[in-house]
């Protein structure tokens, strides 16, 4: 079966650097999506991506974070200068271009800890 | 705004036994309602689905009824088994699966 994969799947990072978590959804999907999971507490859209560029975005995604497709397969999501509360699991997830199908797939996650 | 609301924390129904998961939701618009489910160490999964107001849906034993007039989509069983066991998320979509609004989660933890 298909799947959304996401690497890392832990990555740990000093507060104030920059960091990319990568993604490569399922190949003939063209919605892309970012979400975060703080330890506990609920999963939180962040940001959708379809024909190159941000179709929405949650208040969550200021300007710390971006996102970029930067070839044909990986979906990437950076965030400039990372923040203790930026901890968090964080998950990608690709839909089908037919809604009908609902292929909504997420990933297995990458867990960022900022230290 | 969008927003789900579900049983909090921990059930601790023992093998056998039937279970209800409470989800209300809150949005003006017509939404589709979902349960996933999240092992540890993965990714939410959808675990069912129901498109419109009087939809069931129905995976594994578990259903849930999409009722407008409650605004709500309890997820029940009859009989839940130590296989069962994971974190429930009741989750709605109101633009064509654009974004998820997701509850807060129900941790399911079956004793054998």
């Known amino acids: 079966e298909p799947e959304v994969t996401q690497t890392p799947s832990h990555q740990v990072t000093q507060m104030g650097q920059e960091v990319i978590l990568r993604c490569v959804p399922i190949s003939n999907h063209l919605y892309f999506y970012w979400y975060r999971q703080i330890l506990g507490q609920k999963v939180e859209f962040l940001v959708s991506f379809y024909n190159n560029e941000i179709s929405e975005k949650s208040e969550i995604f200021d300007d710390q974070f971006s996102v970029e497709r930067p070839d044909g397969s990986n979906f990437t999501l950076k965030i400039r200068s990372t923040k203790l509360e930026d901890s968090a699991m964080y998950f990608c997830?690709?839909?089908?271009?037919?809604?009908?199908?609902?292929?909504?797939?997420f990933g297995s996650g990458t867990r960022l800890t900022v230290v | 705004g969008d927003s789900v609301v579900q049983t909090e924390g921990q059930v601790l129904p023992s093998e056998g036994d039937s279970l209800i998961v409470n989800c209300s939701y809150e949005?003006?618009?017509?939404?589709?309602l979902f349960w996933y489910v999240q092992y540890p160490g993965e990714g939410p999964q959808l675990h069912l689905k129901a498109m419109k107001a009087n939809d069931k849906g129905r995976n594994k034993g578990f259903e849930a009824m999409y009722r407008k007039e409650t605004t709500s989509f309890h997820l029940e069983k009859d009989s839940v088994q130590e296989s069962d066991s994971a974190v429930y998320f009741c989750a709605l979509s109101v633009d064509n699966f654009n974004k998820f609004y997701f509850g807060s989660g129900t941790k399911l933890n079956v004793k054998p």
């Open positions: 997830a690709s839909s089908d271009p037919d809604i009908s199908n609902y292929g909504y797939t």
């Open positions: 949005t003006t618009q017509y939404p589709s």
